[in-house]
């Protein structure tokens, strides 16, 4: 069965990384482009980052940029989303995801992705 797999979260200080991972199971990633979601308590899911299903391409929310990077281990059936300098704002669960279709920059609603992981929790304290 299809499946991604979220990993990599925890609790770490302000001003600290985490790299997360989205391994995907019975389905290969580079067919599809993939995405980071967050949702904070209380807050609407909202876009991180996307990349490509070869890699070449990738996007990022304002928040990301600078900060994040998006990447991916084809041979690994694998995306990376590498946090570095955390503030707690940055607090919430995070979901990858795939879009079935060619990547695009305009890929940044819940919608644009039909297959979902069940998330990983991250906490920054400051």
């Known amino acids: 069965q299809a499946q991604l797999v979220e990993s990599g979260g925890g609790l770490v200080q302000a001003g600290g990384s985490l790299r997360l991972s989205c391994a995907a199971s019975g389905r290969t990633v580079t067919s599809y482009a993939t995405g980071w979601f967050r949702q904070a308590p209380g807050k609407e899911r909202e876009f991180v980052a996307a990349?490509?299903?070869?890699?070449?391409?990738?996007s990022y929310a304002d928040f990301a940029k600078g900060r994040f990077t998006i990447s991916r281990d084809n041979a690994k059936n694998t995306v990376y989303l590498q946090m570095n300098n955390l503030k707690p704002d940055d607090t919430a669960v995070y979901y990858c995801a795939q879009h079935r279709g060619a990547f695009s920059t305009a890929l940044t609603q819940q919608t644009d992705f039909g297959f979902w992981g069940q998330g990983t929790q991250v906490t920054v304290s400051s």
């Open positions: 990349i490509s299903g070869i890699g070449t391409m990738s």
